[in-house]
Nanobody
Framework: QVQLVESGGGLVQPGGSLRLSCAAS????????MGWYRQAPGNQRELVAV???????NYADSVKGRFTISRDNAKNTVYLQMNSLKPEDTAVYVC???????????????WGQGTQVTVSS
């Protein structure tokens, strides 16, 4: 019914920047929340940044001041601008969303396939 497709990962040197995109497609009535998580090898998946229902944003303490989440409602897309990247930001970044798929309040919740971000010199 709904797909989340991420793009924008890659290899970057410490201090560099990357911009991730996550586009939702399919049966979309409206988006309840949408954002980014990450998982490094051996670690649990953790919240990075998210637009919650109502439009407020929430960031992990470790990325505040360096990462910015934004969105294009017309394109059902969220972006994650990552600046001043550190080696500890290396992880698979995964998009997560809860989407209303009908006017009756029915929802779809799911994850994208993930995109690798590697910060290394």
């Amino acid at each position: 019914q709904v797909q989340l497709v991420e793009s924008g990962g890659g290899l970057v040197q410490p201090g560099g920047s990357l911009r991730l995109s996550c586009a939702a497609s399919g049966r979309i009535f409206s988006i309840n929340y949408m954002g980014w998580y990450r998982q490094a090898p051996g670690n649990q998946r953790e919240l990075v940044a998210v637009f919650s229902s109502g439009g407020s944003t929430n960031y992990a303490d470790s990325v505040k001041g360096r990462f910015t989440i934004s969105r294009d409602n017309a394109k059902n897309t969220v972006y994650l601008q990552m600046n001043s990247l550190k080696p500890e930001d290396t992880a698979v970044y995964v998009c997560n969303a809860e989407i209303f798929i009908g006017s009756d309040g029915s929802t779809w919740h799911g994850w994208g396939q993930g995109t690798q971000v590697t910060v290394s010199s």
